[in-house]
């Protein structure tokens, strides 16, 4: 490939990298990283390696690490590249970069000076896990990695309790005991879960059980590697019954018992095999008010 062949438009391009299988890269990844005038990386010699891999020469091209703890030094070099017109890549060490990962503040930067920001997609743990869960995927909180003390993890957990959505966390192998004993003790043991462990490589592995036991079995078992833990929402989420009923009323008016339960159960995040029953309750007493009025 030529330097002219290489020439992409200027801007930022992040770019997701794999969270394991080398062959997960998409090939609009490859292009870009093969297309760029600069390009920088959380961790270069991970980058560098899976360049390798699909043999993208890196050429004469500068290849600048850029993470946490060098951002606000490295920032104005990357931005001054933009500015003068050149295409920069940007690729977390794994993954898609800003989510739990540093491009953040790159990003907001090239969106003030009007630089074009362009995506590339690809893989990251949070969705690769979310569709092994076996967990509901209609809604979901992506909450990154929980606080490291115990008391702060708790709260954390707490204020999520009610949220009707399946929740997404991040979690170190260090920690993993301790944080589903935490989730079991804040959320309830029989809450259903899933733990996803070292996915898309050699020993990926998905647990799907109840708090309660991921917790026991994490305690006596330890494993090692990357891991995401996925929760699933509460059976009876704090929404009052007053609420649902006034909300299928108003759908009920509009279309049929089946469709409005959809809508609602959708709309609050329940399960909506309870919000049909109230439905067809409510769909039932009306149609007999409508009899005893004819
Ligand atoms: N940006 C990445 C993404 O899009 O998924 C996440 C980076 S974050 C610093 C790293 C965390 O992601 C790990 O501690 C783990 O919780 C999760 N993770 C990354 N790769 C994983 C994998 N192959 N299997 C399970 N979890 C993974």
Redesign the pocket.
Known sequence: MNQVERKLDPGLYLV?TP??AARDITLRTLDILAGADVIAAEDTRSLRKLMDIHTIPLGERPLLAYHDHNGARMRPRLMAALQEGKSVVYA??????????PGFDLARAAIAEAIPLISAPG????I??LTLSGLPTDRFLFAG?LPNTSSQRKSALAALADVPATLVF???PKRIAAMLRDAASVLGGTRRAAL??????KF?EVQRDTLEALAAEAATNPRK????VLIDRADSVNINPEEIECMLQDALGQMSVRDAADTVSQALGLKRRQVYQMALKLAGDSAAAGKDTE
Do not use: C
Not at 196 to 201: I, N, S, V, W
């Open positions: 997701a969270i394991g977390s060490e794994a993954g898609t970069p800003m989510v739990a990962d893989p990251s743990a949070v690769t896990a990695f991040y979690e170190s996803a462990r070292e996915l898309t490589k990926e590697g990357e891991m995401v």
